[in-house]
C-alpha cells in the first residue's frame, strides 16, 4: 500500500511544474508536523491513562486485602461466638425465618424494580399489527389487595317480574366498592322503562335495602349478589275528590257542569273531609307529628362564615389571662386561713382567767348581759394581750373602736302604726336613722367620765374587778379622769355625727334588720400604745365603768366593734367590725364582716397581675372596637337588624365583658395601685387614721367580679365553638327550648311569687329564713333544688295543702314542662341542622380556607397543595 502511494505521488510529482512542486512539498511538511504534534498528545493522554491504571489497580488491590481481612476477622467472630454461644433449635428456626422474609421482601422489591424498567418491544404480525403477550395483559397487585378484592362483590344479578305475568328478566351489572343501591335501582329502572319513584330493591329473603347503604354492604356473608325489583305497595288507591276535581276540565262545554258539581261537592262538605288526603288529615289531627315526621335536613352552614379562628384565639387567650389573674390575686386558700383564724379567736367561747366568768360564743348571744362579758373579756384578752394568738400572727394596726347607736327617747309619735292608742302609751323608734337618731349629749357619762372624785357618780376605777362569784362589781382605787393608758380622744358621751366618721373611712354597714350609718357615740383606744398591758386594764375598766352607767339601754339599736390587722405572713389586711343589734323586741342578734384587702405593688405577684392585665386590656379593646364591628357588620349582610346582635345574648356578653374589666381596672389600678401607693396613705392606714372597711369591701366586690368575667368569656368562647356540629347542635337547642318556654315561665313567675307569700304569712313569725319577702323567695328557691329548711314544724292541714300544691306546680308542671320542652327541640334541632353530623366534617381544604391568613392560604392550596379536592361547587351542593 506504501509502495503504490509512493509510486502515485511520484507521478504526481513528474507531472507538476517547479512552482506546484514547492507547494506540495510545504503541504507535506505541514501535514508532518500536525501528525507529530498529535501523536506527541497521545502518548501523553496514555502515560495519564497508564498512571491512572496504576492507582486504580493499587486502590483495588487495597480494598480487596481490606475486604479479606474484614471476612477473616468476621470468621473467627464466628466462630467464637459459635462455640461460646451454641443457639438453640428455636433461635435458629427463627433466624430462618426472618432471613427467608428478608430474601423474599428482596426479591419482590428486585422484581417490580425490573418490571419497570423492561422496555416490551412491541411485536406485529405480517399485516403489521400489535401482538401481545398474556403476561404484558396481567395487572400484579399486592397479596393484601388481592386478598380485599377476593371478598368484594364485583357483580350483581337484579331480577325484575312484570306486573300481572310470570315473566322474570334478569340483569347482571358490574359494580364497585362505593356504588349505592340509589344508583343501581335508577340504573335498573331506566333499563326497563320503569318509575324509580316506584320500586325498591329487596334481597331474596325480602329485605328492602336502603337507598344510601353501598351494594357490598346489602349481603351476608354467604348470601348470593341477588336482588329483587319490585313495585311498591300503594298506601291508597282511591283517586280522592281533590284530586278528581283538579283534573276537571278548565274550559269549554262541561266546564260549568263540572263547576257546578263541585260547587255542590263543597257545600256538602262540614269541617275536614275525611276523604281527604293523608297527609292533611295528618297535619289538622296532629300537627307536631305530622311536622316532626316531614322536617328535614336543612342544611344550616351559615354561621360559619361568621366564625373565625382569630376569634377563638383571642377569647381563649383572655380565659387563659383571667384564670391566671384570678388564682394570682386569690391564691387557693390562703384567704380562708387568713381570715379564718382571726374570727375563730373573736368569736370562740372562753374561760376568763382572772375572774373565771365564762364567754359565750360570739354566735351564740342573745342578751345584754352576754354581750358585756364578750365585749369586757373576749375582745380584751385578744386585741390588747401581746401573748393572746390573735397578736401572734397579726399585727394590729391604728386604733380600736367601740361605737354605739341609739335611738330618741319613747314618745307617742312613734305610735304610728295605732293611732288611737291612748297618749299615754309611749312607743320606741325601731329603725335607727337619721330622723329617730339619738343625738345629744349623755351627761351623767360625760360627768363620771372626766371626774372620777364623785364615788356616787364613779364607783368603778382602773383597778375594779368583778367577782367571779355573782358578777357583782368590786371597787379598788379611784381614778380622778379616764384619760391616757392607750385612750384616743375617747368622749363615749358625744354623738359623732356621719360626716366625721366618713372622713375616716366608715360608712355605712348592712347588717341583719337594716343598715347603719357611722354615726353614734363612740370610745377609742390605741393598738400601738407600748404599755399594752395598761391599755388592757384601762378598757376593762371603762366597759365596767360604761356597763355601770347604762350606757347600753332600751334606747340602743346598735353596738359595733371595729379594728383592723396586718397578716405578714399571708400579706392581707383584715378588716374586722363585729355588730350586735338590739331590735325592739329584747334580743341580741350578732353578726360580723371580717374582710381581707391587699393593696397591689409592682413587683412580686403584683407585678404578674399588672402583665396580665395589660394583655387583657389589649384583647379587651379588640373586643370593643373590631369585633363588635364584625359581629354587627355579620349580622347585616344577613339581611337582620344590628339590635339582634347588640340585644341578643352575644352582644350582651361583649358588652358586660367590656365593662366588668373596666371597672376592675379602675378600682385595682387607681384605688388599690397608684392610692395605696402613696407612702402617706400607708402611714395613715397603720395609724389607726383611716379605716379598711369600705376598701375591703370594695376589694371583695371587685374580686368577685373575676369570676363572673371567666363565665361570660367562657360563654363567648362557647359560641364560636359552634363550628363543631355537635356542639351547634346542643347550642341551637338551648337557644330555642329557651324562647319556646320563656312565655310558659312568664306564667310561672306569679305562680311562684304567690308560694312565697304563702310562706312568709305562714312560717315568717316563728322562722327566720321566712321572716322577710327576700328570705322566703331565698327559702322557697332551695326548696325548689331540693335544700330545704326544716321548717314544717307542725303536721297541719295547711303545711299538706302548701307541700301538694308546691310538689304539683315545681316539679310535675315547672321543670318537667321543661324537659319536655328539651327534648323536643332536641329531636327537631337533631334532625334539621344535622340529621348526619358526619356529612358536615371539614376536609383539607375547608380548614385551610378557614385557618389560614390569606396570604398563607393563597401560598399554600397554589404553590403546596395545588391539586387539593375542594369538594362540591355550590351548584353541585344544590344539585
Not at 587 to 613: N, Y
Amino acid at each position: 500500500m506504501a509502495v503504490a502511494d509512493s509510486e502515485a505521488m511520484a507521478q504526481d510529482l513528474e507531472s507538476l511544474d517547479i512552482t506546484a512542486c514547492k507547494d506540495r512539498i510545504l503541504q507535506l511538511q505541514a501535514e508532518r508536523e500536525r501528525r507529530k504534534e498529535f501523536t506527541e498528545r497521545l502518548q501523553e493522554k496514555l502515560k495519564a491513562l497508564n498512571n491512572e491504571l496504576a492507582a486504580r489497580k493499587e486502590e483495588a488491590d487495597r480494598s480487596h486485602k481490606e475486604l479479606q481481612h474484614e471476612q477473616d476477622k468476621n470468621k473467627k467472630g464466628i466462630k467464637g461466638y459459635d462455640m461460646d454461644n451454641e443457639p438453640s433449635d428455636q433461635m435458629r428456626l427463627l433466624g430462618d425465618t426472618k432471613r427467608e422474609e428478608q430474601i423474599d421482601k428482596v426479591r419482590r422489591l428486585i422484581e417490580e424494580q425490573l418490571q419497570e424498567k423492561i422496555q416490551v418491544r412491541a411485536q406485529r404480525n405480517e399485516l403489521g399489527i400489535r401482538t401481545y403477550d398474556e403476561t404484558e395483559l396481567m395487572i400484579e397487585k399486592p397479596e393484601a389487595e388481592q386478598a380485599r378484592e377476593a371478598t368484594n362483590i364485583d357483580t350483581v344479578l337484579v331480577t325484575w317480574t312484570m306486573p300481572n305475568s310470570d315473566n322474570h328478566y334478569n340483569l347482571s351489572y358490574r359494580i364497585d366498592r362505593y356504588t349505592t343501591s340509589r344508583k343501581l335501582r335508577e340504573d335498573a329502572c331506566l333499563y326497563w322503562n320503569l318509575s324509580e319513584v316506584e320500586y325498591i330493591l329487596k334481597t331474596l329473603d325480602n329485605s328492602k335495602v336502603h337507598d344510601e347503604l353501598t351494594i357490598q354492604n346489602s349481603f351476608r356473608k354467604e348470601e348470593d349478589a341477588h336482588l329483587i325489583l319490585q313495585q311498591k305497595t300503594p298506601k291508597n288507591t282511591v283517586v280522592f275528590e281533590k284530586e278528581q276535581t283538579a283534573i276537571w276540565p278548565k274550559a269549554g262545554k262541561h266546564f260549568k257542569r263540572v263547576a257546578q258539581k263541585s260547587n255542590a261537592t263543597m257545600e256538602d262538605k262540614s269541617g275536614a273531609s275525611a276523604q281527604g288526603e293523608f297527609h292533611e288529615l295528618m297535619q289538622q289531627a296532629v300537627p307536631g307529628l305530622y311536622a316532626f315526621m316531614t322536617q328535614r335536613d336543612r342544611n344550616v352552614t351559615g354561621h360559619l362564615a361568621t366564625i373565625k379562628l382569630r376569634h377563638i384565639c383571642l377569647y381563649l387567650l383572655l380565659l387563659i389571662f383571667s384564670m391566671g389573674s384570678f388564682f394570682c390575686i386569690r391564691p387557693p386558700s390562703a384567704e380562708y386561713y387568713a381570715r379564718y383564724g382571726v374570727y375563730s379567736s373573736m368569736t370562740k367561747s372562753r374561760l376568763d382567767s382572772e375572774t373565771g366568768i365564762v364567754v359565750p360564743d360570739f354566735t351564740q348571744i342573745q342578751s345584754v348581759e352576754e354581750m358585756w362579758r364578750w365585749l369586757t373579756y373576749t375582745v380584751s384578752s385578744e386585741l390588747l394581750t401581746n401573748t393572746s394568738s390573735l397578736r401572734s400572727y397579726n399585727y394590729a394596726m391604728g386604733q380600736l373602736e367601740v361605737r354605739m347607736q341609739q335611738v330618741r327617747a319613747p314618745s307617742h309619735a312613734f305610735c304610728e302604726t295605732n293611732p288611737s292608742l291612748p297618749q299615754d302609751i309611749l312607743c320606741f323608734a325601731q329603725r335607727y336613722d337619721s330622723t329617730t337618731a339619738e343625738r345629744g349629749d349623755i351627761v351623767p357619762l360625760q360627768l363620771g367620765w372626766l371626774d372620777c372624785t364623785n364615788v356616787s357618780v364613779c364607783e368603778v376605777g382602773v383597778n375594779n374587778s368583778i367577782n367571779s362569784t355573782n358578777g357583782s362589781l368590786v371597787t379598788g382605787n379611784i381614778s380622778l379622769a379616764r384619760v391616757g393608758a392607750g385612750r384616743l380622744d375617747s368622749q363615749p358621751w358625744r354623738f359623732r355625727t356621719e360626716e366625721q366618721q366618713e372622713a375616716s373611712g366608715m360608712g355605712t354597714e348592712s347588717a341583719h334588720y337594716q343598715s347603719y350609718d357611722s354615726s353614734g357615740y363612740a370610745v377609742n383606744y390605741n393598738l400601738q400604745y407600748p404599755l399594752l398591758n395598761e391599755t388592757y386594764q384601762a378598757f376593762r375598766s371603762d366597759m365596767q365603768f360604761l356597763r355601770m352607767m347604762n350606757w347600753v339601754t332600751r334606747q340602743t339599736r346598735m353596738i359595733s366593734v371595729h379594728f383592723t390587722l396586718f397578716n405578714g405572713n399571708h400579706d392581707y389586711w383584715i378588716s374586722n367590725l363585729y355588730r350586735l343589734e338590739f331590735p325592739a323586741n329584747g334580743i341580741v342578734k350578732p353578726s360580723s364582716d371580717v374582710d381581707l384587702f391587699r393593696p397591689l405593688e409592682f413587683a412580686g405577684s403584683g407585678r404578674d397581675i399588672f402583665t396580665l392585665d395589660i394583655c387583657r386590656l389589649a384583647i379587651v379593646l379588640y373586643i370593643a372596637t373590631f369585633l363588635v364591628y364584625s359581629e354587627i357588620t355579620n349580622v347585616r349582610a344577613a339581611g337582620q337588624n344590628a339590635r339582634q346582635y347588640l340585644l341578643g345574648p352575644s352582644g350582651l356578653a361583649d358588652f358586660g365583658i367590656v365593662a366588668i374589666f373596666v371597672y376592675i381596672i379602675i378600682v385595682r389600678v387607681i384605688l388599690f395601685g397608684q392610692f395605696y401607693g402613696s407612702k402617706d396613705r400607708r402611714v395613715d392606714v397603720v395609724a389607726g387614721k383611716f379605716s379598711l372597711t369600705a376598701d375591703s369591701y370594695l376589694y371583695k366586690q371587685h374580686t368577685m367580679l373575676e369570676p363572673v368575667l371567666l363565665a361570660l368569656t367562657m360563654f363567648r368562647l362557647l359560641s364560636f365553638l359552634r363550628i363543631n356540629r355537635h356542639i351547634f347542635i346542643i347550642w341551637t337547642t338551648v337557644k330555642d327550648a329557651l324562647r319556646s318556654y320563656i312565655m310558659f315561665f312568664m306564667l310561672f313567675v306569679p305562680i311562684l311569687v304567690g308560694f312565697v307569700c304563702l310562706a312568709n304569712a305562714a312560717w315568717g313569725f316563728e322562722r327566720e329564713e321566712y321572716s322577710s319577702f327576700s328570705a322566703s323567695l331565698t327559702s322557697t328557691l332551695l326548696d325548689l333544688y331540693g335544700m330545704s329548711f326544716p321548717v314544717y314544724t307542725r303536721l297541719n292541714p295547711f303545711t299538706l295543702f302548701f307541700s301538694f300544691l308546691f310538689f304539683v306546680a315545681t316539679k310535675l308542671v315547672f321543670i318537667n314542662s321543661w324537659v319536655a320542652v328539651l327534648v323536643e327541640v332536641y329531636q327537631r334541632t337533631r334532625v334539621s341542622c344535622g340529621f348526619k353530623p358526619r356529612s358536615y366534617d371539614w376536609k383539607e381544604y375547608q380548614y385551610a380556607n378557614w385557618c389560614l391568613w390569606w396570604p398563607f392560604r393563597k401560598i399554600y392550596l397554589s404553590k403546596i397543595r395545588p391539586k387539593i379536592d375542594k369538594g362540591p361547587t355550590k351548584h353541585e351542593e344544590e344539585d
